[in-house]
């Protein structure tokens, strides 16, 4: 994993801010492209389009290896608390720092959370204030979620 995660301009932070929820959803590459290129058609005709952030995972189980209970919880724990650091969020979540550390990097590749650096110091912070995981089942295709009872 990359250790540098390029940072977000001052106006893309506060885009993210004012929004107030990502949506996580599956989506097939044929079905997210289709999804882009109607976007990007809708906006050459002047058009608007849906401006809800999504994060698309390709499979259930991408999805699910992502977002486990421990990562919703290292995510709301960042979100309640606001640390100040990467060590004070290992401290709130009582955790290894190499593990929340390396979590947080892949969060922020993801666009889950971003850092604002001072110094040294990098703070995490959650941009959302709600996550809707969008499940969608299309029987033509097959694709099933398991279910444990």
Known sequence: MNE???????M??????????????????????DDVTDDIKSLEHG????????????SYDDLMETLTPR?????????????SSIN??????????????????RLAKLGIIFFEEDGQSKRPVVWFDELVINLPF????????????
């Open 71 to 83: 990562v919703l919880e290292l995510i709301e724990a960042v979100r309640r608390e606001e640390p």
């Open 12 to 33: 893309e932070r506060e885009q993210l801010r004012a929004a107030s929820t990502l949506v996580a959803t599956v989506n097939s590459s044929d079905e997210f492209h």
């Open 138 to 149: 299309d029987p033509e295709s097959g694709d099933t979620a398991a279910a444990a009872p």
């Open 88 to 105: 004070e969020t290992a401290r709130v979540v009582d955790r290894d720092i190499k593990n929340v550390h390396e979590e947080l990097s």
């Open 4 to 10: 540098s995660t390029p940072p977000l301009h001052p």
């Open 47 to 58: 058009d608007s389009v849906d401006a809800t952030p999504t994060l698309s995972f390709t």
